[in-house]
């Protein structure tokens, strides 16, 4: 889909020089397209261009997917392979071209309903980040969605919610919630109809099944039977907030736009997955949105995921438009109410009487500075040099590199400033 329009700046340059690179993979190594804003392109690149897109087209079609599936599960369990260097489901007339590379015999219905546990997690960093919810999270999620009377989910970059929407469906008679997942990962077109799944690029609203894909979408949004709907997203965390913001915003209008009469002045529900220190950025575009206490818990990251000794603190967070006191968490995993607050907090979390909110951020208890007037990290003191709380090493005034969060030298990432609006 289309590029993304970004600025080169060098230090203590004022204006830079705008060019245009993929919006998906934020490195070089996995899309080395690069075009100068101002470039002009000769016909001869041009058509090199469209030769090398056309060489690199997944190998089916989704609707040709589709009808293999189909085929699949006709076959007996003997003859059910999956290969693991493809990545894909094997018809009997395949095996030949696959006999050399690893392979998974007697696929069973059960894996077929649980892709995400049959594919391996897409783990680079910088494009598909594939982190996948440890199961506890994801039931927790799902159970939250479905007390709070949704019975819709836009699975957004959530193939491990879809799953377990999908197969609970499948399952259980009563359990009438429904799912699509837009996700940038072709491979679970081999899984899922197109009513199930679309092709979907969350940086610049990219539908790669086109206007039928974006029809589908329409539809699904379309809250028939006061069927409610929310949108659950769990973005790479590495990508731009400015551009996820953007197409979560062209979402948000698709649902509004459903409604003849309109949504008065609602906003489409919505779950932004994402590391709370990211939580002035997404406020920036989203000012109705607040952060839970929740920390959502990953299979596959080392970071991220409950160790076997007790937990391991996650810095991932759910951002909402719903009304913080509706987001019930569970008592059981140490979460309280606060009634002064509103809101569902960490067990260490507590009320600030001075900044009158819990103030931790990372479910540690903080400490009240009153000459910050706020509260800042345990591990936070007050240098007078900088004037601020910062870390005990730190040098005073000087780091190189700019923030990460602001651009402004002077502090890194974790200590800017606008982060800490609160
Ligand atoms: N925790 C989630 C998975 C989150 S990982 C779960 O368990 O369901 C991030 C997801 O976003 C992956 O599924 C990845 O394929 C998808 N993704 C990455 N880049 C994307 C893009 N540009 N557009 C749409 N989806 C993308
Ligand atoms: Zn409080
Ligand atoms: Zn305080
Ligand atoms: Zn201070
Ligand atoms: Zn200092």
Redesign the pocket.
């Known amino acids: 889909g289309p590029a993304l329009l970004f600025v080169k700046t060098s230090q203590g340059k004022e204006e830079g020089r705008r060019f245009y690179a993929c919006?998906?993979c934020r490195d070089r190594k996995d899309c080395n397209f690069f075009q100068w804003e101002d470039e002009k392109v000769s016909e001869t690149r041009l058509a090199a261009r469209e030769e090398y897109n056309r060489n690199h087209q997944p190998s089916f079609t989704h609707r040709q997917n589709v009808d293999r599936y189909k085929n699949f599960v006709l076959l007996p369990l003997s003859k059910r392979r999956f290969c693991q260097e493809c990545q894909q489901l094997l018809l009997p007339a395949e095996w030949e071209e696959h006999l050399d590379h690893q392979f998974l015999c007697d696929i069973t219905i059960t894996q077929l309903k649980s892709p995400?546990q049959l594919l391996y997690?897409?783990e680079n960093k910088k494009?598909?980040?594939?982190?996948?919810?440890a199961d506890r999270?994801?039931r927790f999620l799902l159970n939250l969605l479905v007390d709070l009377g949704f019975r819709r989910v836009l699975?957004?970059?959530?193939?491990?919610?879809?799953?377990m929407i999908q197969s609970r469906a499948s399952q259980e008679e009563e359990f009438s919630v429904r799912s699509l997942l837009?996700?940038?990962?072709f491979r679970y077109s081999q899984f899922y109809t197109e009513d199930e799944f679309c092709h979907?690029?969350?940086?610049?609203h990219h539908f790669f099944g086109g206007e039928a894909a974006r029809e589908t979408c329409r539809k699904f949004l379309y809250e028939e039977n006061g069927e409610r709907v929310i949108m659950v997203?769990?973005?790479?965390f590495g990508?731009l907030v400015e551009a996820l913001a953007s197409s979560f915003k062209k979402l948000m209008a698709m649902w509004k736009e459903t409604e003849k009469e309109g949504h008065d002045n609602k906003e489409m529900p919505m779950f932004w997955?994402f590391p709370y220190f990211f939580e002035s950025r997404i406020l920036d575009f989203f000012p109705s949105f607040s952060m839970m206490d929740y920390q959502?818990d990953?299979?596959n990251h080392a970071l991220y995921k409950h160790g076997k000794t007790g937990r391991r603190q996650s810095p991932v967070r759910i951002f909402t438009n719903l009304p913080p006191n509706v987001i019930v968490l569970p008592e059981e995993e140490g979460y309280r109410f606060c009634t002064v607050c509103q809101r569902y907090v960490s067990s260490g979390n507590q009320h600030c009487e001075i900044c009158n909110s819990c103030t931790s951020k990372d479910g540690r208890r903080w400490k009240h500075c009153v000459l910050c007037k706020k509260c800042v990290k345990p591990s936070w003191f007050h240098c007078t040099n900088c004037n601020c709380c910062t870390l005990q090493k730190h040098s005073c005034e000087k780091t190189d590199v700019g923030c990460f969060v602001c651009g402004k030298a002077g502090h890194k990432r974790s200590a800017c400033p606008s982060l800490s609006r609160t």
């Open positions: 919006s998906a995400s997690p897409l494009t598909n980040a594939q982190y996948l919810f999270s994801c699975s957004v970059g959530t193939p491990r919610l879809h799953e837009l996700d940038i990962d979907y690029n969350m940086f610049n997203t769990d973005p790479p990508g997955i959502v990953y299979d």
